[in-house]
Antibody, heavy 118, light 108 residues
Framework: QVQLVESGGGVVQPGRSLRLSCAAS????????LHWVRQAPGKGLEWVAV????????YYADSVKGRFTISRDNSKNTLYLQMNSLRAEDTAVYYC???????????WGRGTLVTVSS | SYVLTQPPSVSVAPGKTARITCGGN??????VHWYQQKPGQAPVLVIH???DRPSGIPERFSGSNSGNTATLTISRVEAGDEADFYC???????????FGTGTKVTVL
């Protein structure tokens, strides 16, 4: 079955960097786009970024553009999110999600918590 | 940017019908997807393409979309349906993905 497992979260100081990973299994990940979606404590869902199946196209939410970089290594079935210049408002659970045929998120990981605090 | 508006909360008695709306400008021209998120869990896709149920989702969940409003309907509500629900569309003009503001469904 489809599995997405995030890792790399933790506590980081404002202005510092962190890299998240998402290991995909149970499907041919190189055939699908993959996303990062986040949820601040007690808040709603916010789409962060998407990368196409071959990595050639990437799109970002305005709130992270220029600070975050999404990438993937299809040989390792792994998605990444490089987060630079972190701010307190980036504190959230970060989910990895698979892109469906209709631009929906058809499978989700369990998420990894990122806390930006001094 | 495209905005999707949902009521913050909906309360419903067991066995009754809950309707959750998702308002957006001409949303009827978009495919709308719905997610259920229980406390401490990841979201789960319950409706895609406006009204289709993914495998494993009960028939009690249904959806519609027309004009400026999409609606998720939960029939014969059960205590286990209590959760936050989010609508979502893809904004083709920006290649961005947009979530609604979220609705907390409380079973009385």
């Amino acid at each position: 079955q489809v599995q997405l497992v995030e890792s790399g979260g933790g506590v980081v100081q404002p202005g510092r960097s962190l890299r998240l990973s998402c290991a995909a299994s149970g499907f041919t990940s190189s055939s699908y786009g993959l996303h990062w979606v986040r949820q601040a404590p007690g808040k709603g869902l916010e789409w962060v970024a998407v990368i196409s199946n071959d990595g050639s196209n990437k799109y970002y939410a305005d709130s992270v553009k220029g600070r975050f970089t999404i990438s993937r290594d299809n040989s390792k079935n792994t998605l990444y999110l490089q987060m630079n210049s972190l701010r307190a408002e980036d504190t959230a659970v970060y989910y990895c999600a698979k892109d469906g045929e209709g631009h929906e998120f058809d499978y989700w990981g369990r998420g990894t918590l990122v806390t930006v605090s001094s | 940017s495209y905005v999707l508006t949902q009521p913050p909360s909906v309360s419903v008695a067991p066995g009754k019908t809950a309707r959750i709306t998702c308002g957006g400008n001409n949303i009827g021209y978009n495919s709308v997807h719905w997610y259920q998120q229980k406390p401490g869990q990841a979201p789960v896709l319950v409706i895609h393409y406006d009204s289709d149920r993914p495998s494993g989702i009960p028939e009690r969940f249904s959806g519609s979309n027309s004009g400026n409003t999409a609606t998720l309907t939960i029939s014969r509500v059960e205590a286990g349906d209590e959760a936050d629900f989010y609508c979502q569309v893809w904004d083709s003009s920006s290649d961005h993905y947009v979530f609604g503001t979220g609705t907390k469904v409380t079973v009385l």
